[in-house]
């Protein structure tokens, strides 16, 4: 994926719309993920791109840099959707982030990189802090569901985080593996999304048939309503589209 050369911000100034929530009390743990949206050059497909992770995950392997990532394909989109593919990576620390940021400006790390160059053509290139709300029991891929929230007027983190655990002990009950996170915005995404948004929140399931059995809940289980009466008045999320995910690497590669 292609690099932008420059020092990452400090974490102060990373989630300005994250601070928006500060209210003294418990704040959630936040981890770097970083955002390329990208569009295939000319003759160039999947297949390249995995033929160019194979060497780089080797790279990635031998400097001992804990990141893992993702493909996402478009799937359940609209027209304002303009890239052919997607790549998430998750770093431990923002630390990490950097170091793992780092080894792909120079030496063997530029020359696999330019080897991604010739597969895409990346226009966007952003980084999120990920809180989880609830982990996934699947972390190998699958289907991934999005969409833009706002934090209605006053909602604190305690409020959010008091709300997490109602859902949680719902997700519980109804025997869900699906993971549940929160993307808060930094440096590199479009002024444009954030003037209206806070966050998006992000779900995952482990295959089409898991998101239609998670749908079927929501829609004729009663899912719908609960989270309603649980964030109603916390959030507003619209926009939801719906990603295809390929995992690129694991962190225990």
Known sequence: MRLKK???LPV????LSFNILS???EQPTIVPMEHFACVYNPGKDRDDDLRVVKEWNKFIDDSGINYSSYFLDPYYTNTDEQYDTHWIGFSTSFEEMGKAQELMLSGEGAKIQAKFDKVTSCAEHD????????????DGGGVLNLSSCKLTEGTTT?????????MNAFADQTGNTGGMYR???GPGVQLSWTSKYDFLAANTTSS????????????NGGGAAMQASIYGSLMQC?????????QARSSNN
């Not at 980084?127 to 699947?138: F, L, M």
């Not at 089409?208 to 829609?219: E, I, P, T």
């Open 127 to 138: 980084i999120w802090g990920s809180y989880t709300v609830r982990a996934s029991s699947n």
């Open 208 to 219: 089409l048939s898991q998101w239609g059995a998670s749908a079927d809940a929501m829609v």
């Open 23 to 25: 209210d003294g009390h």
């Open 6 to 8: 420059g020092a990452l």
């Open 12 to 15: 102060i100034f990373l989630f």
């Open 183 to 185: 993307w808060f915005p």
């Open 238 to 246: 619209e926009d939801a589209r719906v990603f295809l995910a390929t």
């Open 158 to 166: 305690e409020d959010l985080m008091s709300a997490d655990k109602k």
